[in-house]
């Protein structure tokens, strides 16, 4: 199959328009079957070294369930807002940073550790993790071609994340993800309007041939 520069252009706008959306833009809409059909579907052709396919999902609708994770996060919360300075501690206080009760669905993703060697994965074995990733992209990105938004929750303790989803202790957690229609996508991240971080040049991680030392 051949893609045209039409092709080209809308998935570079996908890529652009992005969001990790937080629970102050998710709204109660109830996301279909078919559109998550869609998002799994997009998550399962990601490509896995080894064709090792290296990931097990937990799709989460009921609302205690979605609290309990929530509690989690509550505490996991105070822990995450002391690494910060006075400056950042004050902006950290005013930010939404996660939506787990406010979206209509939850996903929670794991990777499951090989009990045998892979093709592709002995000399580095986090390429395993890295599959597992490249699976949430490719459902991010698959989100946003649907007008759906997804923000991704890491201010979370992962064994007590599985303890409360039963997940034997071998897998490894790698998101946890807010999925469902939103009252809009911000033009740029959040964390760039907010000034929290800038948008870095490619001049300065971009290098060519061998690493050059800013």
Known sequence: MQFNITDTEILRNIILH??????????????????????????EHAPSVGYSQPWQLIVIEKETTKQAVKNIFIESNDHERVHFDSDKASQYQRLKLEGIVE?????AVFYTPPGQPVLGQTMMPEAGLYSVVCGIQNMWLMAR???????WVSILEPEKIKEVLHVPSHLQLVAYLCIGYVSKFD?????????????????????HETFKQS
Request: charged share 25%.
């Open 103 to 107: 979206a209509p669905v939850n996903i």
């Open 145 to 151: 071609s649907l007008n759906v938004g997804m923000g």
């Open 187 to 207: 033009e740029l991240p959040e964390l760039e309007l907010l000034g929290w971080e800038r948008r870095k040049n490619q001049a300065e991680f971009i290098h």
């Open 18 to 43: 992005r969001r990790d959306v937080r629970g102050n833009r998710f709204l109660s809409t109830p996301v279909s079957t078919t559109v998550m059909d869609q998002l799994l579907f997009a998550f």
